[in-house]
């Protein structure tokens, strides 16, 4: 979810006064091979005007709103296929309202719906039509889910809330246009706040993750503020713990371990937006300071296999992990690419030791334990350098307080700074585009730019209530050092998703083009329905076109939260296109396709959330809209009418 940001002053919508401006700005984004951003005020030729941008998008755009209702291009149909509360395990009751009830809100979908996998059955296919839907549960909205409870706020709540969030895993299927849940599949399965998990990599067995219920520190008891995530060639899901710190109350004792103190300040612990360590010691960081270190990883978890343990892979550090998506470089080593979901934090990368088995996926299971990671540094040269967080290596020794790996991963923040990484405008998802090899990084939004940090190259604007996007280009490499496992870029070469420099460039900056205060530099021919605000999550269709689901474009401009797409190359490279618009207060999230293009699987999270909005008074009570029925987070599936492929 994202904070309220100040409204900038707009500029009314009047095409007339910028063709100049437009023909500079579309001269800058088409020279994508100038390494750096903001060179859009560089004065070019108006022989440029002659070329008409086009988008390889053929979607009629939707206009730009602010609606209780759900918003989409003409010619498409938006199914709601799972609500907050909608029973899925086979023992699970009906969806009662307002309901607070741990039990059963553990056998039903959760709340605050974000990052969606589709998996296809049997694993390994293609299969369009069944598959596995992977969902996190970010967060819950007591204010909007829970009737007030006539004692306030109570154990029963506390224990209910962590019920509600984690994840799920869907068994759905296709017939016609309409998708449905499996009922009483054998697959189905809920992550919550209590299912218990294994613990691997350099933090495994780490005194800084014992506590009095688990002094080997081997065992942890759930997964906590699930963003977004990424599936890995092997067909696992990684789910990111984000807003973990959020679930926890109270301050280090006095006497606690400096340590402790310092990392549970850094990732923002104790926010107590769910007072649980009122009745769960281990949520009380007084009590229980080093249950903090439990949360804030990557875990991995096999979807098809509703009975194996999900593991905190500890190797790929620990902050408030937005996503992790996977790339295989040429060797068959598989990178994963992460952000930290806070102003001023960093970009992520792990790379594996070893290459992954195609032939045997089982193979592959320890395979994130073992290997590198490393911090971005964005050169305003356009360089792009990885600086590895080992121990040892460089500032990374007992002269810093860093006394083991173990460390290092439990405070990567820490080691970041000291390898001088590049301090980002709140990075959420990073994707690699198939096909090319290249990496979008959504940086949401900043609004301390300018004060805590100073501008930079990769962080252009002060005050960026807008947000942007950068663009990553690995390096090539021949394909004659290894086997062809990794996306190829052309005949003979393939991105080296391992190399120690990349290049990187703005790809856009978000915004209203017409706007001056704003500064922005999506294309030029984008129309006043085009533009956003606050890019959060990305996925590629089957075309390698980009989708950009929003998170406080209602918030800065008053305008829906949505889904917007371009192209990345070409003519319409950055002509951003309106697709669909969330209820009034919902963010759009999670945004993903099936193999063939045909559904597109969006999380619509915390519908009618924001001020005065409230259980018995809501902004809108989508998707029911019954009058004793509270607005819900859900899952949509988008098809064109015809059923052709999107976009
Ligand atoms: Fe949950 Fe990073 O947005
Ligand atoms: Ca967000
Ligand atoms: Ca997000």
């Not at 990553?472 to 290894?482: F, Q, R």
């Amino acid at each position: 979810m994202n904070h309220p940001e100040p409204e900038p002053p707009l500029r009314s919508f009047s095409a007339a006064p910028w063709l100049e401006e437009v023909i500079e700005r579309r001269a800058a984004l088409q020279g994508a091979a100038a390494a750096i951003g903001l060179f859009a005020l560089r004065p070019v030729s108006l022989a440029a005007a002659a070329v008409p941008a086009r988008s390889t998008l053929r979607f009629t755009e939707l206009g730009a709103r602010l609606a209780p209702t759900l918003g989409l291009s003409p010619g498409h149909r938006a199914q709601v296929l799972l609500r907050q509360g909608d029973p899925l395990l086979p023992d699970a009751g009906p969806y009662v309202p307002g309901r607070i009830d741990a039990s059963e809100q553990a056998k039903a979908f959760g709340s605050g719906n974000d990052y969606l996998a589709y998996l296809p059955l049997p694993r390994g296919s293609q299969n369009s039509d069944h598959g596995l839907l992977f969902c996190n549960h970010e967060n819950c909205y007591p204010g909007l889910q829970f009737a007030q409870h006539p004692e306030g706020y109570t154990s029963a709540q506390a224990a209910a809330e962590r019920a509600a969030i984690g994840g799920s895993v869907v068994e759905v299927r296709r017939e016609d246009d309409r998708w449905s849940v499996v009922p009483g599949s054998p697959l189905a399965r809920r992550l919550t706040g209590d299912t218990p998990m294994a613990i691997r990599g350099p933090a495994a067995g780490s005194p800084r993750l014992a506590t009095n219920a688990d002094p080997a520190a081997e065992r942890i008891l759930g997964t906590l503020g699930n963003c977004a995530g990424g599936v890995t060639p092997w067909g696992t899901v990684l789910t990111a713990e984000e807003n973990a710190p959020d679930c926890f109350t109270g301050k280090p004792a006095e006497d606690a371990d400096p340590a402790e103190v310092r990392s549970i300040e850094r990732l923002g612990f104790g926010y107590t937006e769910h007072a649980w360590g009122r009745f769960e010691p281990r949520f009380d960081l007084a009590q229980e300071p080093r249950e903090a270190n439990r949360f804030g990883w990557i875990v991995e978890i096999d979807p098809y296999d509703p009975t194996s343990t999900p593991i905190k892979r500890t190797a790929l550090g620990r902050f408030r992990h937005e996503g992790a998506n996977t790339a295989v470089g040429p060797d068959g080593r598989v990178a994963v690419y992460m952000g930290d979901d806070t102003k001023g934090e960093y970009l992520y990368r792990f790379v594996t030791s070893r290459a992954w088995n195609p032939d045997n996926l089982t193979a592959n299971r320890e395979l994130l334990d073992e290997g590198t990671l490393s911090v971005a540094r964005f050169e305003p040269d356009g360089r792009l350098t990885w600086h590895d967080l080992v121990f040892g290596k460089g500032p990374l020794t007992p002269a810093n307080d860093f006394t083991s790996q173990a460390d290092v991963v439990i405070e990567a923040r820490r080691a970041g700074d000291l390898l001088g990484a590049t301090p980002l405008d709140r990075p959420e998802d990073v994707e690699v585009q198939p096909g090319t090899g290249r990496i979008y990084a959504a940086l949401t939004n900043n609004s301390e730019r300018g004060e805590r940090w100073c501008t930079d190259t990769a962080n252009p604007r002060p005050a960026n209530v807008h947000g942007h996007v950068l663009e990553l280009t690995p390096p090539s490499v021949s394909l004659s050092v290894g086997p062809s496992v990794g996306p190829s870029v052309g005949p003979e070469t393939a991105p080296d998703h391992a190399a120690a420099e990349f290049r990187w460039s703005v790809f856009l900056l978000a915004g209203n083009p017409l706007s001056e205060t704003h500064g922005a530099t999506v294309h030029p021919e984008t129309t006043r329905h085009g533009w956003f605000s606050c890019p959060d999550n990305l996925a590629f269709d089957s075309a390698g076109r980009l989708w950009i689901a929003t998170d406080g474009n209602e918030n800065v401009n008053q305008r829906g939260d949505g889904l917007f797409a371009c192209d990345t190359d070409g003519e319409g490279r950055a002509l951003v296109r309106h697709f669909l618009s969330v209820p009034i207060g919902a963010e759009a999230c999670g945004p993903c396709f099936t193999p063939d293009g045909t559904t597109l699987f969006v999380s619509i999270q915390h519908p009618g959330s924001g001020g005065g909005s409230n259980y018995s008074n809501p902004s809108t009570r989508w998707p029911d809209f019954q009058a004793d029925v509270p607005p819900r987070d859900a899952v949509v599936a988008v098809r064109r009418i015809d059923g052709e492929a999107l976009g």
